[in-house]
């Protein structure tokens, strides 16, 4: 699976949108982009993911560039309890495969401020 | 719906004593995961179970390490004996495969294991 980069930290004020970086240029064709966050003391929780075409749900944006070598996660109105590490992750998809397996970072620590 | 159980949520032992966790996985999860998280780290997939059987197994160090999923649906995670380096958080996830399609894992809350 290709490798991600995403910056340590982050600030964002409570209320304002979060816009949260991911470096994939390695990306194959075949592979999704996923987002899971960790907020202290729980286990990951799943976002979002996406394969070419932005997506948006009821807690996340997610926005592809076109050549897919990076994406962003959108929190569009944070609050505190938005505070937790953000883990961006490449997998490849399921086609009747078994390719189930989730390789986290170090994730980015985005904290909300009142 | 409830979530994934797991217990203890916490446990502190000396080293050379054995040690066990247990997962109850969402109901009709047919795929059950064991991850390690150290301090600092994303988790780390220690071994992963579709129904009663371990298909990947091949990260689960397996001189002190073991694992069950009896009857494909609570599963145990045992550490006999713990080392110092064994403390860690160790979560278990459940999912639902599909033929077709993608799908999520869900997490527990993990137990955080101390090793003195």
């Known amino acids: 699976d290709a490798k991600t980069t995403q910056p340590p930290s982050m600030d964002c004020a409570e209320g304002r949108a979060a816009n949260l970086p991911c470096n994939h240029s390695?990306?194959?064709?075949?592979?999704?982009v996923y987002w899971y966050r960790q907020i202290h003391s729980q286990g990951p929780q799943y976002i979002i993911h996406?394969?070419?075409n932005n997506e948006t749900n009821e807690m996340a944006s997610l926005i592809i560039t076109e050549d897919r070598k990076s994406s962003t996660l959108i929190l569009p109105h944070a609050t505190l309890r938005d505070t937790a590490v953000y883990y961006c992750?490449?997998?490849?998809?399921?086609?009747?495969?078994?390719?189930?397996?989730?390789?986290f970072g170090k994730g980015t620590l985005l904290t909300v401020n009142p | 719906e409830a979530g994934v159980v797991q217990s203890p949520r916490y446990k502190i032992i000396e080293k050379k004593q054995p040690v066990a966790f247990w997962c109850n996985p969402i109901?009709?999860?047919?795929?059950l995961y064991w991850y390690r998280q150290n301090l600092g780290q994303g988790p780390e997939l220690l071994i992963r179970?579709?129904?009663?059987?371990?298909?990947?197994d091949s990260q689960l160090p397996k001189d002190r390490f073991s694992a069950e999923r009896l009857k494909g649906v609570d599963s145990t995670l045992k550490i006999q004996p713990a080392e110092l380096g064994d403390s860690a958080v160790y979560l278990c996830?459940?999912?639902?495969?599909?033929?077709?399609?993608?799908?999520?894992?869900?997490f527990g809350p993990g137990t955080r294991l101390t090793v003195t």
């Open positions: 996830a459940s999912s639902l495969r599909r033929v077709v399609g993608d799908y999520e894992q869900y």
């Open positions: 996406g394969l070419k």
């Open positions: 179970y579709e129904n009663e059987e371990a298909v990947d």
């Open positions: 390695t990306i194959s064709g075949n592979e999704y």
């Open positions: 109901s009709g999860h047919n795929t």
């Open positions: 992750i490449v997998r490849r998809g399921l086609r009747g495969g078994s390719n189930y397996k989730l390789t």
